[in-house]
């Protein structure tokens, strides 16, 4: 089972909620993804309004509520913005995005490594979304992060694990939960990455605009499982020759 | 500094594309400047369900299944240029008024009761009665209430842009009305606005004070719009270079009946303004689309996931408007004229999310 920052999770998939065509939508796909952990722009919801749209359809009970700071330029905004969210009761917890470039929406290396220093010393559980860079991984791991996002391909791209070398270095080296995050578009791509061993991986965009949504949430839900399964039980070596299933090796000479 | 080649250059890449360049930049997933040229020739009328489809599927991507909703607030109609298409010209004789501070405050809580977030506010060019320090004032006054606030007022130096960022502004819509210098001179009779170079600055000089967002855009029906569209298309790839922090947003308002009887002087089809949308979006899918309430709902509706990305709803171009629905000197008839929440419902109906609130005041430090 997953065990984040001494919580359990049932489910290695992680659920977003923008982009969907309207909240109930959301909230179907959702619950068809079994998952326990939501994560939630800030800057899309009202959490001094209790009938907001969005976190009026999250049953705070059954998700673990994961606030973003997407869109935060630097250090110094990120760590407003989620200082605002603990004061209002988003809880402790906090998907840290330091964006500044407004188009590819890449996470900024420096500001997000200051921000995740001055969060944990305010008792803050930081889940970082990064590039995949093993050395920032370690650093942030260094300062005290709850587990580590690294990215399949740029946000929205349905591209998959395009940083692949890069995110097997970062699992063999953590120390914290490793959470594959963006870029993944469909249900082979979650597949690849708990196979290669990651802990769990954050799905929205390819969920939020599929045509049939709820459908879609089962379909990664699967994959989640099938991989992580498959990754449990040792998958074999990839090899560039074709290999007998029963090895023939001459071992008559040994006495 | 940005500049814009001549018309007649521009006019030579579009009209010279043919269907195989327009299906080329159909497949790419870089279109550049020349495939934005072939998206917004005739060759491409003919394939215009094609880059509905295309546009549709990067909207997708980009932006999901949603509409963010906005609502312009009108501060004042006095301005000191005259521009033949706008009613609000110096010389047209219609209603003028300046909402004080308290005025104004008390229009916007219209809207926020209305639960709109977003805000532009909007004035005619009068320095002298509605300038940097007015604005100031009323960005502070409103922060707390708005998520985000933007203006659409004359054009300011970068120092009075930061001014405005630190009280709360978090962008600025700055319209060329037309990137033909040749029309531009004809059409603005005089004030400051007369200088097309002074103008074509200004953008820029708002993304360097450090703005969360630039809106850029054209009036059409006073050009060739596939012109207008190319060199919006420019404008937008020279922005994105210099300022990588800055988001973008473009509008193509139609010209609408207003004070003056300023006659078109070409037309602009909604197929017209369709490919010109299309094409914008393939260029830069990223790019924020504004479609207001200049135009009629039966296209705004039809037009709903297909490639803008912000309604406005329940405008009103008059200032004082809102608590006077009676009052006169509106810039232009509105062309859409449901309520707020009839334009939500209408989203939704089409299964789309009217976003109400889509940034916080958190991000500027108060």
């Not at chain 2, 009665?129 to 009323?138: I, Q």
Request: net charge negative.
């Amino acid at each position: 089972m997953l065990t984040i920052a001494g919580r359990i999770f049932h489910s290695r998939l992680f659920g977003g909620t923008g982009k969907f065509s309207s909240p109930q939508v959301m909230k179907d796909a959702l619950e068809a993804s079994g998952c326990e952990m939501v994560t939630v722009a800030l800057r899309r919801i009202d959490l001094k309004n209790p009938e907001d749209d969005i976190m009026s359809m999250l049953d705070r009970q059954r998700y673990l509520f994961l606030p973003n700071t997407s869109g935060a330029r630097d250090a110094n905004e990120a760590v407003r913005l989620a200082h605002l969210a603990r004061a209002s009761g988003g809880g402790n917890w906090l998907k840290l995005e330091v964006t500044p470039d407004p188009r590819t929406l890449l996470p900024d290396p420096v500001e997000t490594l200051k921000a995740a220093e001055e969060l944990v010393k305010d008792d803050f559980i930081v889940l970082p979304y990064i590039n995949a860079d093993p050395i920032l991984a370690l650093r942030l791991q260094d300062v005290g992060t709850a587990a580590i996002m690294p990215l399949g391909s740029p946000i929205g791209t349905n591209q998959g694990i395009l940083t692949l070398p890069q995110i097997e270095i970062i699992i063999e080296q953590a120390r914290v939960p490793v959470v594959v995050d963006a870029g993944l578009g469909a249900p082979s791509h979650v597949a690849q990455a708990m196979e290669i061993g990651a802990d769990a991986v954050l799905v929205n965009t390819a969920i939020a605009v599929a045509g049939d949504p709820v459908k879609m949430a089962r379909a990664f839900a699967q994959a989640v499982e099938a991989g992580r399964t498959a990754f449990e039980s040792g998958l074999g070596k990839k090899s560039s020759r074709a290999e007998a299933s029963s090895p023939q090796v001459g071992l008559e000479f040994l006495r | 500094m940005f500049q814009i080649p001549d018309f007649k250059e521009l006019q030579r890449l579009v009209d010279g594309a043919d269907e195989a360049e327009v299906r080329r930049a159909l497949q790419s997933n870089h279109v550049g400047i020349n495939g934005l040229a072939a998206l917004l020739s005739p060759a491409a009328e003919s394939l215009l369900p094609e880059l509905a489809a295309r546009s549709v599927e990067i909207t997708a991507q980009r932006f999901g299944n949603t509409i963010q909703i906005y609502a312009p607030l009108y501060l004042s109609n006095f301005c000191v240029n005259r521009c033949a298409y706008c009613g609000f010209s110096a010389e047209n004789k219609i209603s003028r008024r300046m909402l004080t501070l308290e005025e104004a405050e008390q229009e916007t809580m219209i809207l926020h009761n209305r639960e709109i977030n977003h805000l532009l506010l909007v004035s005619g060019e009068a320095p002298a009665r509605l300038g940097v320090d007015y604005l100031e004032e009323l960005a502070r006054r409103l922060r707390d209430r708005f998520a985000s606030i933007t203006i659409e007022v004359q054009p300011l130096e970068t120092e009075e842009y930061r001014r405005l960022f630190e009280a709360g502004i978090t962008g600025v819509a700055v319209y060329q009305e037309t990137y033909d210098r040749r029309i531009y001179t004809d059409v603005h009779l005089a004030g400051k606005k007369c200088d097309f170079d002074y103008r074509l600055e200004v953008p820029a000089k708002v993304a360097a004070a450090g703005m969360r967002e630039v809106g850029i855009g054209a009036l059409l029906g006073l050009s060739d719009w596939r012109l207008e569209g190319f060199a919006l298309g420019m404008h937008l790839a020279w922005l994105r270079r210099q300022y990588w922090q800055t988001a973008l947003s473009v509008s193509f308002p139609r010209l609408r009946p207003a004070a003056g009887d300023f006659e078109p002087l070409v037309t602009v089809s909604e197929r017209n303004l369709s490919q010109l949308l299309f094409a914008l979006r393939i260029f830069d899918p990223d790019v924020g689309l504004v479609l207001s309430t200049r135009e009629e709902a039966r296209y705004r509706d039809g037009m709903i996931g297909l490639a803008p990305t912000r309604y406005s709803a329940g405008s009103c171009t008059a200032p004082g408007g809102y608590s006077q629905p009676e009052l006169e000197g509106e810039q232009f008839s509105v062309g859409d004229l449901r309520t707020i929440s009839q334009v939500c419902q209408d989203i939704k109906r089409r299964g789309c999310d009217p976003v109400r609130k889509d940034w916080d005041s958190t991000f500027q430090a108060a």
